[in-house]
Each structure stands twice: as structure tokens, then as C-alpha cells.
């Protein structure tokens, strides 16, 4: 999930490169079709940049449905952090992303 379309469309051919399906959200409207509808999400990346504070009802809801989330953060930041482990966060990654990290943690959390 993300507010930018090019970022989203290199982040989800990377993780298919990785041999994962990719479901991209470019809105938190379509963040709440995807929950709605879809059963089986394995972990979701969710790049902050660009959105509102709606950001985080989406991640606490991903978090209730038990899925796991890293959050993409466009710097370094104590506030979002602190609201990205409030609302159920794993991890938080700044960018720009390490992609070997980024392949790590992915891989880890499918594994799981």
C-alpha cells in the first residue's frame, strides 16, 4: 500500500520477482476492498508516504486480521515509529529501502 504509483509498481515487481503474489492499494479505499474481499494476505508493506492519519486505522485494521506489517517510512522518524509498532507494525524500514533487507524480512514473515 501506497500513495505514490511508481513506488508501488517497483515494490510489487519486486516481490514478484521474488515469486510472490503482489496486491498493490494506491489508496485506503483500496486497502478496505482488499481486507474486505481478500482471505489469504500474507504480510503487507505499507509505504506511510503521502497518506493521512486514515493510515493507521488501516494498519491497526491489517494488524486485527492478524496479518503481519512493515511499514515504509520516507525518513527517520520517532513519531512514526511510535505509531507504526502502536498500530501493529513489525518492522519499520526508511527509505531508501535496502532491497537485500527488504528480500530478508519478506522471505522471513512468508516463511512463518
Not at 486480521?65 to 512493515?70: D, F, K, W
Not at 511499514?71 to 513519531?79: E, L
Request: glycine share 8%.
Amino acid at each position: 500500500m501506497g500513495a505514490n504509483p511508481r513506488n508501488q509498481e517497483l515494490l510489487s515487481a519486486f516481490v514478484q520477482r521474488m515469486g510472490y503474489e503482489a496486491v498493490r492499494a494506491d489508496d485506503l479505499d483500496a486497502v478496505d476492498d482488499i481486507l474486505d474481499h481478500r482471505l489469504n494476505i500474507k504480510i503487507a508493506l505499507v509505504d506511510v508516504t503521502g497518506f493521512d492519519q486514515g493510515v493507521w486505522q488501516r494498519c491497526a485494521r491489517l494488524h486485527g486480521q492478524g496479518i503481519p506489517l512493515l511499514v515504509i517510512s520516507p525518513k527517520q522518524s520517532a513519531a512514526i515509529r511510535k505509531m507504526s509498532f502502536s498500530h501493529g507494525a513489525q518492522a519499520v524500514l526508511v527509505k531508501p529501502l535496502g532491497m537485500r533487507e527488504l528480500a530478508d524480512m519478506i522471505h522471513g514473515f512468508m516463511q512463518a
